[in-house]
C-alpha cells in the first residue's frame, strides 16, 4: 500500500511539473507540421470556369511551397451554396478550404433559407485578388460608347435583353447596379452557365452583358464582341483604351474577386500559415503574370482584409437586391 502510494505521488509530482498547454496552443503547434496530408479546396461552380482556372493556378504553387497536394474539387450547385455548405459543415482543420467569390456575398441576401451564415460560419484566409467586369454588346447594337448605349436604351425600353449565368451571379448583379444608375430598362435573361450566357451574346440572342472578362477577351478582339467600358474604378491595363462605366455613370463600380476561406474554428496559427503561402505566391513573378493575363489583379493582404471585402460586398449586393425586388430561380 507504501509503495503505490509512493508512485502514485512520483506521478503526481512529475505530472505537475509538466507545462501546462491550453487547447488553443496545442492546436496552434499543429501548425508546426500543417499540412501533413493533402488539402481540398472546394471550389462551387463547374469545372474550366474562372473560379476553377484561378484555384488550380493558385493551389498549384501552394503544392510547391507547402509540400503537400492542394486538391481542387469542383461541386457546382445551387448557385454556389451547395459546396459552401460541404465546406461550412467540413472539419475545422485546414484540410478543406473554399474558393470563395461574389455569389457568397450576394447570397446572404439573395436566399432566405441557407442552413448557414457565411459571414459566420467561413473564416477568410487570404484574398487572391480582383478581376474587373466589362460591358460587352453584339456588333448589331448601334452604340460604341456608354452614353451612347444608354440613349439607345431609353429609346428602346424593355427591347434590350441582357444576358447572365444566373440569378445572383457576378453578370446580374453588375448588370442591375447598371439598370439603378443609368436609369434604363434592359430585360435579364438569365442562363444555366456562363458558356451559354456568351453563345447567345455572340449570336445576338441577348444585346449586352456584364460579366468578368477572362472568357470575352478573345471574342473582343476577334470582332465578335464589342467592349464598350470596364467597371473598375481605375483604367485596365490589360485594355487602357476602355473607358470606365463610371466615367459616364458617376458611381458605378462593379467586379469579382478570389480568395480562400475556411470551416469557423480552423486555429488561426494555420489560416496564418495559409495566408503568408498565398501571399507569396500572389508575389511569385510567374503567377503574378499568369493572373493579369487572366484579368486578375493580384491584392496580397491579411484575412481581416479580405474579411472586410466580403462585409462590404455582402452589403453593396444586399442593397441592389432589395432594391431590384430580385429572387432566386
Do not use: C
Not at 455569389?103 to 459566420?120: E, K, Q, S, V
Not at 486578375?296 to 455582402?314: C, H, N, Q, R, S
Amino acid at each position: 500500500m507504501n509503495l503505490r502510494r509512493r508512485d502514485l505521488l512520483q506521478i503526481a509530482g512529475a505530472a505537475a511539473a509538466l507545462p501546462i498547454v491550453s487547447p488553443t496552443a496545442r492546436a496552434d503547434t499543429s501548425a508546426d507540421t500543417y499540412p501533413a496530408r493533402p488539402v481540398r479546396i472546394i471550389v462551387p461552380f463547374g469545372a474550366g470556369g474562372p473560379s476553377d482556372i484561378v484555384t488550380r493556378l493558385v493551389g498549384q504553387s501552394l503544392s510547391a511551397r507547402l509540400g503537400q497536394q492542394f486538391i481542387v474539387e469542383d461541386r457546382p450547385g445551387g448557385s454556389g451554396n451547395i459546396g459552401t455548405e460541404a465546406v461550412v459543415r467540413a472539419a475545422p482543420d485546414g484540410y478543406t478550404l473554399l474558393m470563395v467569390g461574389p455569389p457568397n456575398a450576394t447570397n446572404a441576401t439573395l436566399y432566405d433559407d441557407l442552413r448557414f451564415d457565411f459571414i459566420r460560419d467561413i473564416a477568410p484566409v487570404a484574398l487572391i485578388g480582383r478581376v474587373t467586369v466589362i460591358m460587352v454588346v453584339n456588333p448589331s447594337v448601334p452604340a460604341k460608347s456608354v452614353p451612347e448605349f444608354i440613349a439607345y436604351a431609353r429609346a428602346n425600353p424593355g427591347k434590350i435583353d441582357m444576358g447572365s449565368a444566373g440569378n445572383g451571379t457576378t453578370a446580374h448583379m453588375s448588370g442591375e447596379l447598371f439598370k439603378m444608375l443609368a436609369g434604363v430598362e434592359l430585360v435579364h435573361v438569365p442562363y444555366r452557365s456562363q458558356a451559354q450566357a456568351l453563345a447567345d451574346l455572340i449570336a445576338g440572342r441577348v444585346q449586352v452583358m456584364f460579366d468578368t472578362t477572362p472568357p470575352y477577351l478573345p471574342h473582343i478582339k476577334a470582332g465578335e464582341l464589342r467592349a464598350l467600358a470596364v467597371g473598375s474604378a481605375k483604367h485596365w491595363a490589360a485594355m487602357p483604351e476602355l473607358p470606365t462605366i463610371a466615367a459616364s455613370v458617376p458611381g458605378y463600380e462593379s467586379g469579382g474577386f478570389y480568395g480562400f476561406g475556411a470551416p469557423r474554428g480552423t486555429p488561426s496559427a494555420i489560416i496564418g500559415k495559409l495566408n503568408a503561402a498565398t501571399n507569396a505566391s500572389l508575389n511569385d513573378a510567374t503567377v503574378k503574370a499568369r493572373l493579369t493575363d487572366l484579368g486578375v489583379t493580384a491584392l496580397p493582404g491579411t484575412p481581416a482584409d479580405f474579411g472586410k471585402l466580403i462585409a462590404d460586398e455582402t452589403e453593396k449586393w444586399g442593397k441592389v437586391i432589395r432594391t431590384a425586388h430580385i429572387k432566386p430561380e
